[in-house]
């Protein structure tokens, strides 16, 4: 099927607010198309607009829910059939922190299917048009959380371990192919008022290691557009994560993520 736009895009899904939001900032900045995802009523056209016209780019938008394997499936035929892509940044996610045993099971659902399978449906369902251009990236979004189970998140770290092992798989999959493959794993972003002060309730960890989007996007494209596999965004979350014992940092990073449940 001909396409009918001539550029080439760079799809960013989350794209409404936060990182997906920053991350659609720097590519405009950098003179790139783009074509925003997000759910309906997050204002993502408005901001397309504003992007399209501060930066004399060409931007399209699409709203939907990836709580439906249709609606990613709707998604990638609209791509596919109408453009060029050469970016895509899986950046949509969703969690939380609650106790696992008084969470209803869509709840469990919801973080499986936007996490997972809609991490993996849509670049699955866009592979074959960015094998069609000259150089094309991956930036799958994952979090620190990948690296240690945490209690009351629970799934949410699970579902984030696929993203980084998914991420690192087919990065080596396409390394001889024109498709590089990166993956990010930041930790609590200030992306509104509620979240930092959710964040602060942590404690002197939960501040030191809370990040700026608009950093993170910047350092995150940068090594990206460089083919860097794993990008590392805070030393002090990585460190903890990596190189503390398993049992020594799950009672750790637990006992910090329940005050959020405990701190008024």
Same mark, same amino acid.
């Given at each position: 099927?001909?396409?009918?736009?001539? /550029?080439? /895009?760079?799809?960013?899904?989350?794209?409404?607010?936060? =990182?997906?939001? &920053?991350? &659609?900032?720097? =590519?405009?900045?950098?003179? #790139?198309? %783009?074509? %925003?995802?997000? =759910?309906?009523?997050?204002?993502?056209?408005?901001?397309?607009?504003?992007?399209?016209?501060?930066?004399?780019?060409?931007?399209?938008?699409?709203?939907?829910?990836?709580?439906?394997?249709?609606?990613?499936?709707?998604?990638?035929?609209?791509?596919?059939?109408?453009?060029?892509?050469?970016? =895509? #940044?899986?950046?949509?996610?969703?969690?939380?922190?609650?106790?696992?045993?008084?969470?209803?099971?869509?709840?469990?659902? @919801?973080?499986?299917?936007?996490?997972?399978? &809609?991490?993996?449906? $849509? @670049?699955?369902?866009?592979?074959?048009?960015?094998?069609?251009?000259?150089?094309?990236?991956?930036?799958?979004?994952?979090? #620190?959380?990948?690296?240690?189970?945490?209690? /009351?998140?629970?799934?949410?770290?699970? *579902?984030?371990?696929?993203?980084?092992?998914? *991420?690192?798989?087919?990065?080596?999959?396409? !390394?001889?192919?024109?498709? *590089?493959? *990166?993956?990010?794993?930041?930790?609590?972003? !200030?992306?509104?008022?509620?979240?930092?002060?959710?964040?602060? !309730?942590?404690?002197?960890?939960? !501040?030191?290691?809370?990040?700026?989007? /608009?950093?993170?996007?910047?350092?995150? $494209?940068?090594?990206?557009?460089?083919?860097?596999?794993?990008?590392?965004?805070?030393?002090?979350?990585?460190?903890?994560?990596?190189?503390?014992?398993?049992?020594?940092?799950?009672?750790?990073? @637990?006992?910090?993520?329940?005050?959020? %449940?405990?701190?008024?």
């Amino acid at each position: 099927m001909e396409r009918k736009e001539e /550029y080439k /895009y760079a799809v960013v899904t989350g794209a409404s607010q936060g =990182l997906g939001k &920053a991350f &659609a900032q720097r =590519l405009a900045l950098k003179g #790139i198309h %783009l074509i %925003l995802v997000s =759910l309906p009523e997050q204002n993502v056209k408005r901001l397309a607009q504003e992007l399209g016209k501060t930066y004399h780019i060409s931007t399209q938008y699409y709203e939907t829910d990836f709580k439906s394997d249709q609606n990613i499936k709707t998604l990638c035929n609209w791509l596919n059939g109408n453009f060029s892509i050469f970016i =895509l #940044i899986n950046n949509a996610g969703t969690g939380g922190t609650r106790k696992f045993s008084d969470v209803p099971t869509s709840y469990i659902n @919801t973080i499986i299917q936007v996490n997972v399978k &809609a991490t993996s449906l $849509l @670049t699955h369902g866009l592979l074959p048009n960015l094998k069609q251009q000259e150089k094309s990236y991956i930036l799958n979004v994952s979090s #620190i959380a990948a690296f240690s189970p945490v209690g /009351y998140k629970t799934v949410y770290p699970a *579902s984030k371990s696929f993203v980084h092992s998914f *991420s690192l798989g087919l990065s080596e999959e396409l !390394k001889n192919s024109n498709i *590089s493959v *990166s993956v990010i794993n930041p930790g609590a972003m !200030k992306t509104n008022d509620e979240i930092t002060a959710r964040i602060e !309730k942590q404690g002197l960890i939960g !501040k030191l290691t809370l990040l700026d989007p /608009y950093k993170v996007a910047h350092h995150s $494209l940068n090594k990206m557009f460089r083919g860097k596999t794993v990008i590392l965004l805070n030393h002090l979350s990585w460190f903890i994560s990596i190189l503390l014992p398993t049992r020594v940092k799950v009672s750790m990073m @637990t006992k910090i993520i329940k005050r959020e %449940l405990t701190v008024g």
